[in-house]
């Protein structure tokens, strides 16, 4: 069977000489940390072939050989019962690395020896990275390297990633064994007596049909594993009366799994009890004594909070006046264009002024909160705090058929929803990302609050913090409805049951972390920055032709069209027109009242009763977010469900525009 | 008695998982394989679960936990 991910191998693969690397490894091992440390900036982020999962690929040098890494994803198996286990193993077994390194946690060795007793099994040679050699340390356990080496039959490097301690070592070590000068003879495990017999028929009965490359004895433990690619490979492959009988094997033995990971766990044992020196019974390491206040379910909400105020603190005391300084440049950049341009004819000056110099300062502006968020997530992340806000607020999240992983890019959307929606990569669930990303843009934003703050004290006077209040409370309720709702009714599917791990405490690598600002901000540059240029300057376009009056404007004569859904909320064309502008910047709405209405502070409150007022706040705190976060929902789901959630939006905030009006005139208001 | 009605502190064996063969190699690849053992650090009765499961820490749904049969460990 081709796979597509044969291709996939960076074109340096193809030059003479180059040493392929495969970093393999469980979540949280610090397999980023490694291949961050060797590859620096020589690393390109992009997206295994036809996946989602994001694809990172390197190179780096040591004495003059030049090595190509690839970061496979973090699993914590090789059954290919999810994306990324499959591409892990599909990538070891067609695109054969040279090497393999198996990055494991020295403070978790049993658990993350696993995947080891896995990649054992699969052809390239295997090199054990014994990473994070001081956090096990630190909790009191000690590892005698030779000795795990001796038992294992792999070279094995004791390595501290974080601390750059080790890494010449390990590639040094993957230079000798790709040159035959150190060998690599794996002692692998086997399978419990249980079913041992019965593994020996399902080979026997497949032996002449598993197609190359598969190797028979992996295929048949695969079968017996419940392994969907394999059924469905040798179904294919067998002729029908044999895989009825290889069928019938499997259904019977159904629990051989526990036999297979039974052998798995007594092989780890072996290793662990030659190699690791545990610490006493009572001994609380330092995670444990860190957990008992941080998942504790007073004081670990009470540190929540303070960590989450830190964080919009940082947000608002760095990242607003940048912000608002940036967006001050690039206004004043705009001008200068539009002195310089003075010859060109008018139209094109303002295009280019406010056109393309906005939208493109309107991505510049984005970037000061972006990069706080991104860095806030990978420290939230790279200390492994994470997980424990994910516990902590799980039962929460649970209701909307979520768990605790969506909150954090939920919060995120109070600040921006573009970092809320980018955020939604730590989810391992599609299902959960996507429902995530249906609701994020329902958290109200700081430019809808901007909106919000400056309109409802127009239309309600002393009662506008009442009012603000309870829409961003109705907001909420609204996205937490709607999460129950899609939850229940249209996303239900399988139910992902909540099961996460809560890493070992470590400090963060800051290299790791600036390399994920970096790379992801990059990543939105290229891809959502220029479809919200694009955009902005055909938004701009429809507002300025074909008089260069606004009120003249195409976009005037939308607002006009849309006329008759406004009557239905009490909304004059003005607002639906403001409604408009509000998909290039929900800041915009205030701009673009203001050329309609002049004086808005007279204006406004006799065009609109106090119903449709409420309504419009309605409308616009629900309405179509901005055409970045547009643009990123695009990036992250693809169209299908951008159009989905465009239209879920639409129909939200216009169905509770309706409702708003029609109940508050009906009551008198 | 399920895992789900295990109390803090508590060392308890797994005898039986009750799931489908996906759900029981997820748990295993974790390390909660039958005849393993795990302590509760965690549980007050509502929320998820908080394990030690080999040196490692795992956070459980409960539904997951009333679905994981277990006895206690001495």
Not at chain 1, 108 to 119: G, N
Not at chain 1, 139 to 163: D, F, N, T, W, Y
Request: glycine residues 8%.
């Amino acid at each position: 069977m081709a796979s597509p991910l044969v291709n996939s191998s960076p074109p340096e693969q193809t030059a003479a000489k180059t040493t392929v690397i495969a970093l393999a490894g469980q979540p949280n091992v610090g397999k980023s940390t490694i291949f961050n440390m060797l590859t620096g900036l020589n690393q390109h982020v992009g997206n295994w072939p036809g996946k989602t999962v994001a694809q990172k690929t390197g190179t780096c040098t040591h004495d003059g050989q030049k090595f190509t890494l690839v970061d496979l994803p973090g699993t914590y198996s090789l059954t290919a019962n999810s994306e990324e286990e499959r591409i892990a193993r599909d990538y070891i077994i067609h695109g054969r690395p040279d090497i393999v390194v198996a990055v494991v946690d020295a403070a978790i060795l049993e658990r993350s020896l696993y995947l080891v007793a896995e990649l054992l099994l699969l052809p390239s040679p295997v090199v054990l990275a014994l990473n994070m050699m001081d956090v096990a340390e630190q909790e009191g356990i000690k590892i005698e390297p030779q000795v795990l080496e001796a038992a294992l039959g792999i070279p094995v490097v004791p390595l501290c990633a974080a601390r750059g301690t080790g890494i010449q070592e390990l590639i040094a070590t993957v230079e000798s064994l790709s040159a035959g000068e150190i060998s690599c003879q794996p002692q692998r495990p086997t399978i419990l007596p249980g079913h041992q017999a019965i593994l020996e028929k399902i080979r026997a009965l497949i032996e002449d049909s598993v197609p190359v490359p598969y190797q028979p004895a992996w295929v048949a433990l695969k079968l017996l594993e419940g392994d969907d690619e394999m059924c469905t490979l040798m179904q294919d492959a067998l002729p029908e009366a044999i895989w009825k009988q290889v069928h019938d094997l499997l259904y019977q033995h159904e629990d051989a799994i526990l036999d297979i990971a039974g052998a798995r766990y007594q092989w780890i044992g072996r290793m662990i009890r030659a190699a690791v020196v545990r610490p006493k019974v009572g001994q609380l390491g330092m995670t444990a004594r860190l957990d008992s206040v941080l998942t504790h379910p007073v004081w670990g909400t009470v540190a929540l909070l303070a960590v989450l105020g830190a964080v919009f603190w940082l947000t608002y005391t760095l990242g607003t006046p940048l912000q608002e300084w940036l967006g001050d440049l690039v206004a004043l950049l705009a001008e200068s264009t539009r002195g310089a341009l003075a010859g060109m004819p008018t139209w094109f000056a303002n295009l280019c002024a406010d056109g393309i110099i906005g939208g493109a300062g309107m991505v510049v502006t984005f970037l000061p909160i972006l990069i706080i968020f991104f860095a806030v997530l990978a420290i939230l992340e790279d200390t492994g705090y994470m997980a424990r806000i994910a516990y902590l607020t799980d039962r929460v999240m649970h209701t909307m058929g979520l768990h605790g992983k969506s909150f954090i890019p939920l919060l995120l959307g109070f600040g921006c929803n573009v970092p809320s929606i980018l955020g939604t990569r730590i989810i391992e669930t599609q299902r959960a990302r996507l429902l995530t990303v249906l609701l994020a843009p329902l958290v109200p934003c700081t430019a809808r609050m901007a909106v919000i703050i400056v309109l409802t004290p127009l239309f309600f006077g002393d009662m506008a913090g009442l009012v603000a209040w309870g829409l961003v409370a109705a907001a909420l309720a609204i996205l937490a409805l709607l999460g129950i709702l899609l939850h229940r009714v249209i996303l239900k599917g399988e139910q992902v049951a909540f099961i996460m791990e809560l890493p070992l405490y470590h400090l963060p690598n800051l290299r790791s972390i600036g390399l994920y600002v970096w790379h992801n901000t990059l990543a939105f540059l290229q891809k959502a920055g220029t479809i919200i240029l694009g955009v902005s300057a055909i938004i701009w376009l429809l507002s300025y032709f074909p008089t260069g009056v606004v009120t003249e404007s195409y976009l005037t004569l939308f607002g006009h069209w849309l006329e008759p859904v406004g009557r239905w909320m009490g909304l004059p064309w003005q607002m639906m027109t403001a409604l408009l502008t509000s998909f290039i910047a929900k800041e915009n709405t205030i701009a673009t009242l203001s050329i309609l209405y002049g004086d808005l502070e007279t204006a406004l409150p006799a065009a609109l009763t106090p119903s449709a007022a409420l309504a419009f706040l309605v409308v616009q705190l629900l309405f179509i977010p901005c055409v970045a976060t547009v643009a990123t929902i695009k990036q992250e789901v693809g169209n299908r469900w951008t159009l989905v959630s465009l239209l879920l939006l639409l129909g939200l905030s216009l169905g509770a525009g309706v409702l708003v009006y029609q109940v508050g005139t009906l009551l008198g208001a | 008695m399920t895992l789900a009605m295990a109390s803090p502190g508590e060392e308890v064996r797994l005898t039986a998982i009750h799931g489908g063969q996906r759900m029981r190699k997820r748990l295993a690849d974790l390390g909660l394989n039958i005849g393993m053992t795990v302590c509760v650090l965690q549980h007050n009765g509502h929320g998820p679960l908080l394990l030690a499961v080999k040196d490692s820490r795992l956070a459980l749904g409960r539904g997951m936990a009333h679905k994981i049969r277990v006895e206690l460990a001495n």
